[in-house]
């Protein structure tokens, strides 16, 4: 079966750092940042990169529409 | 970019080119902003963004049209259903909708909405239910649930003094005018999916002519409520679903 992966592209200075990707993401890849954008917010990043399925769960609840998603199927 | 996955040609997901790049002034994790795009999507999805006119509301989602690059009119406070019916009339080939928060349409404008659904004005209105004035500092609303404490009464509602939470959205499914009514959420991925579509519904009966549709979101104003987004969510969940319960009210 072909293995699909995905990955998200954030956004950084539009994200607000509200942590409802991070909550949305069924494989646990998302977390917010120990560092912060201009505006002093925390944004959400891939800390688990390799787990993403591509399924845009993140993207479809984000406030800010700062989510790209991709997806590949290998 | 170091990952290779991310290239235009896996791209699966962004947001509509309807909403405007500019950084939304919402609080972190408003449920405007996701309505907001659930709204863009749509408009882009049936390719009639210069066909559009929105009517904004008085409260959080007065710079709405900052937001949505469609035409917009700004009405007075609760009257966006007054000013979407001269608009639709005026423009019967436009898609007309208006986007009201439940200070706007359940308070102030409710017998603006009331009589705009009874002569079935085919128009769609989005109705944002935080159950709290956001925009002002989050006092009490019509909406707001027994119990549930706002800066304007801080122990809680009092049903033997403030009256009990308007269900509106019912109200308004009693109407002949109205031809859907829905009630729907914008927390999860599951409930995103189901808005958007109920939004489309709302948009087509619009040009179709089959009367009013209305598309409450139960929503969440994390500020004013004093919790995270995620708890405000989880709150949602517990207390304001079953006062107000998701699903379709009216389809004909």
Partial sequence: MAKIKGAVLVDTERCKGCDICVQACPYDVLALSKTFNTKGYAFSYMLHPDQCIGCASCGLVCPDGCIQVFKVKE | ?252
């Avoid at chain 2, 769609?124 to 027994?146: D, H, R, S």
């Fill in chain 2, 1 to 252: 970019m170091s990952n290779p996955i991310i290239d235009p040609k896996n791209l699966v997901y962004e947001k509509s080119k309807v909403l405007s790049d500019n950084t939304m002034h919402y609080c972190p994790g408003c449920s405007h902003g996701t309505a907001h795009r659930i709204i863009a999507e749509v408009i882009e999805e049936m390719d009639r963004q210069k066909e559009t006119v929105g009517v904004a509301p008085v409260g959080c989602a007065v710079f709405i049209y900052n937001y949505l690059n469609v035409d917009f009119a700004e009405a007075a406070h609760g009257r966006a259903p007054a000013l979407a019916t001269a608009i639709k009339r005026l423009n019967p080939e436009k898609l007309v909708f208006t986007y009201q928060g439940d200070g706007d349409l359940a308070a102030i404008g409710t017998a603006e909405t009331i009589h705009a659904c009874n002569r079935g004005e085919n128009i769609a209105i989005i109705f944002i239910n935080n159950g709290i004035y956001g925009m002002t500092g989050g006092q009490m609303a019509p909406t707001t649930l027994e119990g549930m404490v706002s800066s304007t009464c801080p122990n809680g509602r009092d049903v033997a003094i403030h009256g009990h939470p308007l269900k509106i959205t019912e109200m308004l499914a009693l109407l002949e005018g109205t031809c859907y009514v829905t009630r729907q959420s914008v927390h999860t991925a599951a409930s995103v999916r189901k808005t958007k579509r109920a939004v489309r519904k709302a948009f087509e009966n619009s040009l179709q002519g089959k009367g009013t549709s209305i598309v409450e979101i139960v929503s969440t104003c994390n500020s004013g409520w004093k919790m995270t987004p995620h708890q405000a969510n989880l709150w949602m969940e517990e207390n304001m679903f079953p006062y107000y319960p998701l699903g379709d009210l009216k389809d004909k």
